[in-house]
């Protein structure tokens, strides 16, 4: 099968499928504590589920237009296509914090009650609010106070937030993201003119990788942080939300200048997740190691780091994630406490990334490489809406590189105790160990392909 005809088998829809359009009004009250909704349904039978919600907080929920309603456990049954229903926004509520939030976050994943959604199904929302407050929504925008939500892996819990934001667009080659910047508790603010160029070179590098942002219609929420158990970073944490629009969500210690986010990795590891589709839960080393690859080699392209110091990084990590005894495969690590094989599960999956590389460099000649992979991979698959498999996900990017590199990878590591063994990989590379650190062999076999992957753009990403 050619490349092309391999490309067009994932992009067509699947015929014969008609697409459900349900309605709904959203109306938030003055007080930022309930919400109305009203629901005309495509279909005259469905059941609709919330999946943080309960039934019991449901308030004045009734069918519409002669509608009934049944509960049932935790769904409710909609016979007749409408309901109405009034429940309270709750606070947002996490065991562990890193930010000093406002109480008006709300995951609407707790009173945004929606029938099941296939590819194809939309929900059209209209949100109005009361005046002087601003929303952000895990929703596409399609006009004031419209949005569209469409089905989505749903991975981890979306976020609701309605009051004050100081809201901008993150310009990436072309794709227009946008960034929500969210005042803390007592008025704790971050310097949009601080951020704003740290996201948009992080996103620009990560865009290099396959020529364009790999979701136009990403959002990016940045709010106050604080140091936390990772250390005093000035990037306390972030991560990626897939439930509705993908959403990179940072917090920021508000004195962060912007020599020290530029130097950090996280903004570049959170959005180069954006390169894959979402992997399972329990295969999360895919995602995390390909992005901790990728915040690497990243970083030294961008004349952040060195190209020996990105090489440094790496080796390290690989070193230090080959310690200890009795490891788990890869795709048994979560079964174990994540503080145990956090390192595993980072960086197994960015040595599979490397190794995938340069043997697309090598076999190819240096014309097919991760990144070009990556590229088609984006035109023709992302944003996905579903859960991909591990097995599955490799397996597309060796159809559409048209070279068998990562299913054999998949399946002499990813069952395969401890970590995948580098050691002649970088040595054929030319990165060699030393009393300092490394010492970098330009005679070594696979020098060119070395330099090639850390190889230093013309000129920063915009």
Same mark, same amino acid.
């Given at each position: 099968?050619? @490349? ?7 992009? +067509? ?13 959203? *109306? ?23 999946? *943080? ?8 929920? /009734? ?9 049932? !456990?935790?769904?409710? $049954? ?14 947002? $509520? ?17 009173? #945004?009650?929606?029938?099941? @959604? ?8 209209? +949100? /109005? ?19 569209? #939500? ?41 310097? %949009? ?22 979701? %136009?219609? &990403? ?5 106050? !942080?604080? &140091? ?26 508000? =004195?962060?200048?912007?020599?020290? #986010? ?11 997740? @954006? ?7 329990? /295969? ?17 392209? =961008? ?9 440094? %990084?790496?080796?390290?990590?690989? /070193? ?23 390192? @595993? ?44 498999? =591990? ?9 559409? *590189? ?6 054999? #990878?998949?399946?002499?590591? &990813? ?39 850390? $190889? %230093? ?6």
């Amino acid at each position: 099968m050619g @490349l092309f005809a391999a490309i067009l088998m994932v992009i +067509l829809p699947v015929a014969g499928l008609r697409a459900s359009v349900h309605d709904y009004q959203v *109306s938030i009250s003055a007080d930022l504590r309930t919400v109305d909704v009203t629901a005309r349904l495509d279909d005259a039978d469905l059941r609709l589920r919330a999946p *943080s919600g309960r039934v019991e907080r449901l308030g004045s929920m /009734q069918g519409c237009d002669g509608a009934t309603v049944d509960t049932s !456990g935790r769904t409710l $049954r909609v016979r007749g296509g409408c309901l109405q229903y009034t429940t309270s926004l709750e606070p947002f $509520r996490r065991s562990r914090s890193y930010g000093k939030q406002s109480p008006r976050f709300a995951g609407h994943e707790s009173w #945004l009650w929606l029938p099941p @959604l296939r590819t194809a199904d939309v929900v059209r929302l209209t +949100l /109005q609010l009361p005046k002087g407050v601003t929303a952000v929504v895990p929703w596409r925008s399609t006009g004031p106070g419209r949005f569209e #939500l469409q089905q989505s892996p749903g991975s981890g819990e979306a976020i609701a937030w309605f009051g004050r934001v100081e809201q901008d667009t993150l310009v990436v080659q072309g794709a227009p993201l946008s960034l929500a910047l969210i005042d803390g508790s007592g008025g704790m603010r971050l310097n %949009r003119f601080v951020i704003k160029p740290w996201l948009e070179e992080a996103a620009g590098l990560v865009a290099t990788v396959g020529g364009t942002f790999p979701n %136009r219609f &990403a959002q990016v929420m940045v709010e106050p !942080g604080e &140091a936390s158990l990772f250390g005093d970073s000035p990037v306390p944490f972030g991560h990626v939300i897939r439930s509705g629009e993908e959403v990179v969500r940072f917090f920021v210690q508000p =004195g962060a200048t912007g020599k020290a #986010l530029r130097e950090d990795w996280t903004a570049v590891h959170e959005f180069a997740h @954006l390169l894959l589709p979402y992997v399972r839960e329990d /295969q999360k080393w895919i995602s995390e190691g390909f992005a901790s690859y990728y915040q690497n080699v990243l970083l030294a392209r =961008g004349g952040i780091y060195s190209e020996k110091e990105a090489w440094q %990084r790496l080796t390290r990590a690989f /070193q230090s994630a080959a310690q200890g005894s009795h490891p788990p495969s890869p795709n048994d690590a979560h079964m174990r406490s994540f503080w145990e094989v956090r390192m @595993l599960i980072y960086w197994s999956g960015a040595a599979i990334a490397l190794m995938g590389d340069v043997e697309l460099r090598r076999l190819s000649k240096g014309r097919e490489s991760l990144d070009t992979v990556l590229g088609r991979l984006a035109t023709c698959c992302l944003p996905s809406p579903d859960v991909w498999e =591990g097995k599955e996900l490799f397996r597309r990017l060796d159809t559409l *590189s048209g070279i068998a590199v990562f299913v054999p #990878l998949y399946d002499k590591y &990813a069952n395969t105790p401890g970590m995948p063994d580098t050691r002649q990989l970088l040595q054929d590379l030319g990165i060699m160990a030393s009393r300092k650190g490394i010492v970098i062999d330009s005679t070594a076999p696979f020098a060119t392909h070395r330099a090639a992957i850390m $190889r %230093r753009l013309p000129r920063a990403a915009k």
